[in-house]
T-cell receptor
């Protein structure tokens, strides 16, 4: 069975500064990896996903993530954040063809002016 | 306009009552899921269904029941056996050409009075 650890529960950051959200996973097989964003009292929106191929994945809203198999990590980055990026971010993993997502506990990003 | 509809958005229940949360989708996705979200715990899988008339327990199925009589609908009943039902409930579907795109509904916040 797979599991996900998000290493930071809260990340405060100033507007226009870069941000990195850390995610490590454990699995005995190959995996699919995802990052989702959740705004208050809303559902989750898919930011980006890694299925195979290039380890650098670009997503919506200027986010990108890099899959590192040797370190079993899938960290999310954005070079310059906006106030509107204030939200909770979830890393998730699934096994190919399993279709069940396992989620990390989430990282709350607060962007300050 | 394709998507997932969850109703109601807010739901209040007295102890000892069963309540049913609605989830409807017009994405033509085969797989549907129910997750429970509690602060600081990420999302936990309650039940999932990959085809009509079939469903499986997730990690925290006790005190919950589901049905899948139609492809478009996957209602979740929170029974009186669920000891701590106050939470945010999210319905999701899985589909798309790669079979790994996760779409989430807006959620239902259930509060037990």
């Amino acid at each position: 069975a797979q599991s996900v650890t998000q290493l930071d529960s809260q990340v405060p950051v100033f507007e226009e500064a870069p941000v990195e959200l850390r995610c490590n996973y454990s699995s005995s097989v190959s995996v699919y990896l995802f990052w989702y964003v959740q705004y208050p009292n809303q559902g989750l929106q898919l930011l980006l996903k890694y299925l195979s191929g290039s380890t650098l994945v670009k997503g919506i809203n200027g986010f990108e993530a890099e899959f590192n198999k040797s370190q079993t990590s899938f960290h999310l980055r954005k070079p310059s954040v906006h106030i509107s990026d204030t939200a909770e971010y979830f890393c998730a993993v699934s096994e190919p063809h399993d279709y069940k997502l396992s989620f990390g506990a989430g990282t709350t990003v607060t962007v300050r002016a | 306009d394709g998507g997932i509809t969850q109703s109601p958005k807010y739901l209040f229940r007295k102890e000892g009552q069963n309540v049913t949360l609605s989830c409807e989708q017009n994405l033509n996705h085969d797989a549907m899921y129910w997750y429970r979200q509690d602060p600081g715990q990420g999302l936990r899988l309650i039940y999932y269904s990959q085809i009509v008339n079939d469903f499986q327990k997730g990690d925290i199925a006790e005190g919950y029941s589901v049905s899948r009589e139609k492809k478009e609908s996957f209602p979740l009943t929170v029974t009186s056996a669920q000891k701590n039902p106050t939470a945010f409930y999210l319905c999701a579907t899985m589909g798309g050409t790669s079979g790994t795109l996760g779409f989430f509904g807006p959620g239902t916040r259930l509060t037990v009075l």
